[in-house]
């Protein structure tokens, strides 16, 4: 990293937080990486390539969010990065490129002094470049790695054939311990997919209506109501999208009194299916086959 300074690492950080702040909910990884590509004037260096074929740009950013993170500036789950109440504050507080990331870095290195098993000796002293880079080397991969993953399992999630997907959710509820007694057949379904009771007979309430998506764009309130209209007070609805639901969808369904609604994405779709993994069969599986690999998380 001798090629870049921290003046431009901060003027880098600035601009990706002036990008992100302009969406709520956070942006993929890559394409915050590619905004930010196109809104500076990369250098010589910075748009030059390593070996494998990864510009050194993306490196160079890669490693000044990692202070940002632990400065608790951002935060990134599953691929998405975001600004937190903190880092909007402090993208306020320090202008100067420079001093901006020297307070990510003195917080990351605050931080790193009170981790678990550190001695008072340990806690002041200064902590050598080369230990932080290698640090940050391991966070790094640790990130593209669930990047990596994240986007292959949502792609492929995307782009499963709709009634295929009403499947994969049946077989979800079965796995908790719930028992599907109808998945609608292709054509028309009258806005229900599967109907599903916590006991073999269907006897016992509630009915779990639910409806899927298998879309790229977010429900909104409209189209929240509509499938709501078909719960009845002794119902439980759930609703599956791959695209997610607008923050009005989310609030709106949060202020049901009578009628019981669920909301479901992507992300908590799949951490169902994680969780559940264990009790489903073998046909489930291979509707979605996920293999667990195990490595050390760097520390949090």
């Not at 990486?33 to 510009?55: F, H, I, N, Q």
């Not at 599907?180 to 997919?193: E, H, L, M, R, T």
């Not at 992507?266 to 559940?276: A, F, G, P, S, T």
């Not at 069969?281 to 760097?298: Q, V």
Request: some cysteine.
């Amino acid at each position: 990293m001798a090629e870049i300074t921290r003046r431009r690492t901060g003027e880098l950080l600035r601009k990706l937080f002036e990008i992100l702040m302009k969406h709520h909910e956070g942006v993929q990884a890559a394409d915050a990486l590619e905004k930010l590509a196109s809104s500076v004037s990369l250098t010589p260096y910075e748009a030059g390539t390593y070996e494998g074929g990864s510009r050194r740009f993306e490196k160079i950013v890669r490693f000044g969010t990692v202070d940002c993170v632990k400065a608790g500036w951002m935060a990134k789950n599953k691929g998405t990065w975001s600004i937190t109440e903190d880092g909007i504050a402090a993208y306020k507080k320090y202008p100067d490129p420079e001093a901006f990331y020297k307070e990510a870095v003195r917080l990351y290195r605050a931080w790193k002094a009170t981790r678990p098993g550190k001695s008072a000796q340990d806690a002041g002293a200064e902590i050598s470049d080369a230990t932080e880079d290698s640090e940050e080397s391991v966070a790094i991969t640790f990130e593209q790695a669930e990047e990596q993953a994240w986007s292959e399992i949502e792609r492929y999630l995307r782009t499963m054939n709709p009634y295929e997907f009403q499947h994969l959710v049946a077989d979800l509820l079965k796995a908790m311990g719930y028992f599907v007694s109808w998945i609608s057949p292709a054509g028309k379904d009258g806005g229900v997919d599967v109907i599903a009771h916590t006991d073999p007979l269907g006897t016992k309430p509630p009915r779990i209506k639910v409806q899927v998506k298998r879309i790229g764009h977010k429900i909104d309130v409209d189209g929240l109501r509509s499938f709501l209209a078909m719960v009845n007070e002794d119902d439980v609805g759930l609703f599956v999208s791959t695209g997610g639901f607008t923050r009005d969808a989310e609030q709106f369904a949060r202020n049901q009194e009578r009628r019981k609604i669920t909301l479901i994405d992507l992300e908590k779709l799949l951490d169902l299916w994680i969780q559940h993994f264990g009790k489903l069969d073998d046909a489930a599986r291979r509707r979605l086959p996920l293999t667990p690999i195990y490595f050390l998380t760097p520390e949090p």
